[in-house]
Every structure is written in C-alpha cells, then in structure tokens.
C-alpha cells in the first residue's frame, strides 16, 4: 500500500524557514516523480514543486522560485521542501503527492500545516 | 486565478448525472494527460481520473472524464450525498514548467 507521511509543518514568522518532509513507503521511491501542492485556507490547490526520481530534473511555481528548494534522499525514500523567506501568503496545508513527471499526481499524504504569522 | 477554469460550483439531485468542465489551452489540457480529484475536509485527495479517462481501480464506473481539444471533462452519474465534496483538474503545463490546477468546483446533492 502507497503512503506519504508528511511532517515538519508549524507556526512560523515572516521571514523564518521551514523544513517540510515526507516518507514513503509501499513503492519504489525513485522510480517515481515527486510533487508538492498546497491549500491556503478556503482556497484551491496550488501546484508547488516537482523533483523527478533521479532528482535530474527540478521545477518549481513562480510564487515559490528562489525561495523553496525540493530535494530527495532515495536511500530514506523522504521528500523535503526546504523553505526560507516565508510570508504570510504561504500558509497553508502542505501535501506531499506521488507522481510521473509531466503529470498530475496520484497518491497523495494527509498533508502538514505551515501557518506564517507574527 | 487559475490556469485552468471550472465552474465553482454545480448540484444535482440524488440519482442524477452532472458534469464539470475544466477549461484551458493548448500548452496544458491539449498537450498533456488530464487528472480529476475528489476532496473532502480532512482527506487526502483522491484521484478519480487519470490520463483523461482512465479509473484507478477502486473508483466506481459512476465517474468518468473525457477531454476534447482545450478542455476536459469529469461526469458523475447516480448521484449519491457522499459526493459531496471539491472537484479539480490538473495537468501539466508545457509553456509554463509547471503542474496547473483548476480552481475546483464544489459538488452539492440536493
């Protein structure tokens, strides 16, 4: 069975960092692609980053380039989002999703809350 | 806004039939393989449609999805209240690099 147990999630300020990650498990880790998306509270889902399984190829989101790095550690099968430079508008829940690359996820964790605020 | 538009929302009566549409262009839904999610509050996303118009085994044929051109479509027949929930499209974009979403659309059964 797929699951993707994300943590690091927290109360933050503006400005602070954060490192998000998520375990995985019931499948071959690098063989697949991996994604981050977001839901700000009471809004839709926001694509955030995309590492493919060799972590070769990296994309990320306009709101979030230069100030989020995804990276991968295949012998851990965990995925992180290291993120810096943190506003307000980056509160929300975090999902870490399963994927191929150049394509929408499948399995998707539970999610973990970053809230920014003073 | 979003790359990709859905209605933000449609309702039906229980038994019946509604679809949603997700609109975009030919950089994303034209190019690239269209998913359908279900969200409900406090669930991980579910997928109930990949590559256009494929079921993940587990999701009932009572869900379907289509796409023509630019746009996609998510059909949902026999209408139960435990489908009430928050539907969205993704693809991927070409031009842009990026996974796009639609703004989702909430399902009411009346």
């Known amino acids: 069975e797929v699951q993707l147990v994300e943590s690091g999630g927290g109360l933050v300020k503006p400005g602070g960092s954060l490192r998000l990650s998520c375990a995985a498990s019931g499948f071959t880790f690098s063989s697949y692609s991996m994604n981050w998306v977001r839901q700000a509270p009471g809004k839709g889902l926001e694509w955030v980053s995309l590492?493919?399984?060799?972590?070769?190829?990296?994309y990320y989101a306009d709101s979030v380039k230069g100030r989020f790095t995804i990276s991968r550690n295949n012998a851990k099968n965990t995925l992180y989002l290291q993120m810096n430079s943190l506003r307000a508008e980056d509160t929300a829940m975090y999902y870490c999703a399963r994927g191929t690359l150049y394509k929408s996820p499948d399995y998707w964790g539970q999610g973990t809350l970053v809230t920014v605020s003073s | 806004q979003s790359v990709l538009t859905q209605p933000p929302s449609v309702s039906a009566a229980p038994g019946q039939k509604v679809t949603i549409s997700c609109s975009g262009s030919n950089s994303n839904i034209e190019s690239n393989f269209v998913s359908w999610y279900q969200l409900v509050p406090g669930t991980a996303p579910k997928l109930l449609i990949y590559d256009n118009d494929k079921r993940p085994s587990g999701i009932p044929d009572r869900f379907s999805g289509s796409k023509s051109a630019t746009s996609a479509t998510l059909g949902i027949t026999g209408l139960q209240t435990g489908d009430e929930a928050d539907y969205y499209c993704g693809t991927w974009d070409t031009s842009l690099r990026a996974g796009v979403f639609g703004g989702g659309t909430k399902l009411t059964v009346l």
């Open positions: 590492i493919s399984g060799t972590g070769t190829y990296i």
